[in-house]
């Protein structure tokens, strides 16, 4: 299996500031890299697909890059409605796995 | 996007079978584009693929619970189901149906709720 590493496990910011996040893969996943968000209690949303590839109606301040093994998810300028948990999935080869998440909090 | 609902027990004794529904709407299991999948979530902790079904029966498993785990499409109902055989109270869960695009990239697009699955005598 393809073991996905996130960093950081948890961060605190700020309304305004801008986030990254980064996810590692255990070996070379050309793009196939997903990010998801989920709120309390929800079920995760897609925000972007195929590393950098917005989903419909996500907004633009939410960014993806990379490639291979190492990709970020960038939140430009953190909004209120941001605060979630992120996961990255990888879908190069089955199983499709998760990295852990990586918990947004109000600071 | 479709529309997806997941239904069945909250409650499973430990050995036994748990068995979930998906219903979906405003769409087509028949839909060739789609893989039907389940994702689950233990309380507290992160999200695990399970696997999924295309719309002609074929199916991917999570080598970790292939053994125990079937999941089939029903194309009359426009359901899917799950099945996981002799559960534990490891199984215990926050269990998702989602649609994942079928062609490469593939991406889980749309998901159900959830439905909390407890495994206790």
């Known amino acids: 299996d393809i073991q996905m590493t996130q960093s950081p496990s948890s961060l605190s910011a700020s309304v305004g500031d801008r986030v990254t996040i980064t996810c590692r893969a255990s070996?070379?996943?050309?793009?196939?890299l997903n990010w998801y968000q989920q709120k309390p209690g929800k079920a995760p949303k897609l925000l972007i697909y195929?590393?950098?590839t917005l989903q419909s109606g996500v907004p633009s301040r939410f960014s993806g890059s990379g490639s291979g093994t190492d990709f970020t998810l960038t939140i430009s300028s953190l909004q209120p409605e941001d605060f979630a948990t992120y996961y990255c999935?990888?879908?190069?080869?089955?199983?499709?796995?998760f990295g852990q998440g990586t918990k947004v909090e109000i600071k | 996007q479709v529309q997806l609902q997941e239904s069945g027990p909250g409650l499973v004794k430990p050995s036994e079978t748990l068995s979930l529904t998906c219903t979906v709407s405003?769409?087509?299991?028949?839909?060739?584009?789609?893989?039907w999948s389940w994702v689950r979530q233990p309380p507290g902790k992160g999200l695990e693929w399970i696997g999924h079904?295309?719309?002609?029966?074929?199916?991917n498993y999570n080598p970790s619970l292939k053994s125990r785990v079937t999941i089939s499409v029903d194309t009359s109902k426009t359901q899917f189901s799950l099945k996981l055989s002799s559960v534990t109270a490891a199984d215990t869960a926050l269990y998702f149906c989602?649609?994942?695009?079928?062609?490469?990239?593939?991406?889980?697009?749309?998901w159900g709720q959830g439905t909390l699955v407890a495994v206790s005598s």
């Open positions: 999935q990888q879908t190069y080869s089955f199983p499709w796995t």
């Open positions: 195929a590393t950098s």
């Open positions: 405003g769409g087509s299991v028949s839909d060739s584009t789609y893989y």
């Open positions: 070996q070379p996943i050309s793009s196939f």
């Open positions: 989602a649609s994942a695009y079928y062609y490469a990239p593939h991406y889980l697009d749309s």
């Open positions: 079904v295309s719309y002609s029966g074929g199916t």
